[in-house]
T-cell receptor
């Protein structure tokens, strides 16, 4: 149980393109989903917390107009990188909790490797 | 300022022996700790967690030990198997409410188990 699916797994696109990444909880309902970014040899850095039916909470330094998050249902959250540039190239990964995020582990998708040319 | 530190970037052990992965934290508000395992091109997989009210939690070959006074936790894998070779991340969070349930990750330790 507790499977999280992330799509696409790899994206290569031109500078200026907007890219949408989907995160789905396949066998459970996730009130809260999280979006992380990871640079090479670095730890996962939380970008934002996505709550179903409400606005996402962004971490300090993360541009909300750049990284649009939508959590329209209990099983789907999307991250849209708007007008992507080479510096946005990174590994983006989502997670979801089954139940309360306070005392339940987050379950992760397999991530999306984004490369902006 | 890194609140969760995994000071060993890599560890190599022989199959059948014990693997000990270490993690230190600086934030005394952390009260829930987790270990994740990550293979290349995959997302982290939850392994085991421990609440600060405990000092040990065991699940099969995996045991996590927590030393609150030292702000230190460790993951023991015994016996180690070649399939355990992966990057292991330590993570911590706080139950103090608000947005503090977010996980703070260490940089990971690459474990290699040699046959």
């Amino acid at each position: 149980g507790a499977v999280v699916s992330q799509h696409p797994s790899w994206v290569i696109c031109k500078s200026g393109t907007s890219v949408k990444i989907e995160c789905r909880s396949l066998d459970f309902q996730a009130t809260t989903m999280f979006w992380y970014r990871q640079f090479p040899k670095q730890s996962l850095m939380l970008m934002a917390t996505s709550n179903e039916g409400s606005k996402a909470t962004y971490e300090q330094g993360v541009e909300k107009d750049k990284f649009l998050i939508n959590h329209a249902s209990l099983t789907l959250s999307t991250l849209t990188v708007t007008s992507a540039h080479p510096e946005d190239s990174s590994f983006y990964i989502c997670s979801a909790t089954q139940g309360s995020p306070y005392n339940q582990p987050q379950h992760f998708g397999d991530g999306t490797r984004l490369s902006i040319l | 300022d890194q609140q969760v530190k995994q000071n060993s970037p890599s560890l190599s052990v022989q199959e059948g022996r014990i693997s000990i992965l270490n993690c230190d934290y600086t934030n005394s508000m952390f009260d829930y700790f987790l270990w994740y395992k990550k293979y290349p091109a995959e997302g982290p997989t939850f392994l085991i967690s421990i609440s600060s009210i405990k000092d040990k939690n065991e699940d099969g070959r995996f045991t996590v030990f927590l030393n609150k006074s030292a702000k230190h936790l460790s993951l023991h894998i015994v016996p180690s198997q070649p399939g355990d070779s992966a990057v292991y991340f330590c993570a911590a969070s706080s139950h103090s409410g608000g947005s503090n349930y977010k996980l703070t990750f260490g940089k990971g330790t690459l474990l290699t188990v040699n046959p």
